[in-house]
């Protein structure tokens, strides 16, 4: 069964930085054919993808936040971690992480419950 | 940057109509086209993938059709559980993009 669940700190003042763990089962994070994406939702909002990491620790960042994001993962913890430097207000929002698999086009197939995170002082 | 735009973004229907939704991508993306179902306060479910692949589970009344840059999403007969934002999302190139959403609401 494959699982996905976000956790992290539910409020961050503005200046700081965010720092969300995602912990997966059911898959492994150096299976080739899979990868996680971080993406997130502020209140109304559509999705905005984030961040993604591959098996091979290749990564990808949306463009006009990329000075601010690093993913990293930890395969043996089965963990993906995102960090967001100089969160702002306009940062909060609902931070998923979902899972990509190449028997799906890339598509993400499983996705975490999602972690509310509000900026403010 | 490939932008996705989604048409309309908002309708209202009633159990039993048909709707579709349009997802149109500025460049090509083949047919790396995935359509989501998010309910409030819930993930975003994966439907279709690769612009007609039905996932499994998903009820057939569901459809997906296109490629290159013009996709549709075909509701064929409304249920109850169908009132819902629909986004579409290329993953044919990073950084991945969605579109804005469509809900679709109860008449």
């Known amino acids: 069964q494959v699982t996905l669940k976000e956790s992290g700190p539910v409020l961050v003042k503005p200046t700081e930085t965010l720092t969300l763990t995602c912990t997966v089962s059911g898959f492994s994070l150096s299976n080739v054919r899979m990868g996680v994406s971080w993406i997130r939702q502020p209140p109304g909002k559509a999705l905005e993808w984030l961040a993604h990491?591959?098996?091979?620790?290749?990564?990808a960042y949306r463009t006009n936040v990329k000075s601010r994001l690093t993913i990293s993962k930890d395969t043996s913890k089965s963990q993906v971690v995102l960090t967001m430097t100089n969160m702002d207000p306009v940062d909060t929002g609902t931070y998923y992480c979902a899972r990509s698999s190449q028997g799906q086009w890339q598509a993400y197939d499983y996705w975490g419950q999602g972690a509310p995170v509000s900026v403010s002082s | 940057d490939i932008q996705m735009t989604q048409s309309p973004s908002s309708l209202s229907a009633s159990v039993g109509d048909g709707v579709t939704i349009t997802c149109r991508a500025s460049q090509s993306v083949s047919t790396y086209l995935n359509w989501y179902q998010q309910k409030p306060g819930k993930a975003p479910k994966l439907l279709i993938s690769?612009?007609?692949n039905l996932q499994s589970g998903v009820p057939s009344r569901f459809s997906g059709s296109g490629a290159g840059t013009d996709f549709t999403l075909t509701i064929s007969s409304l249920q109850p559980e169908d009132f819902a934002t629909y986004y579409c999302?290329?993953?044919?190139?990073?950084?991945?993009?969605f579109g804005q959403g469509t809900k679709v609401e109860i008449k």
């Open positions: 990491i591959f098996s091979n620790d290749e990564k």
């Open positions: 690769a612009a007609s």
């Open positions: 999302q290329q993953s044919n190139s990073f950084p991945r993009t």
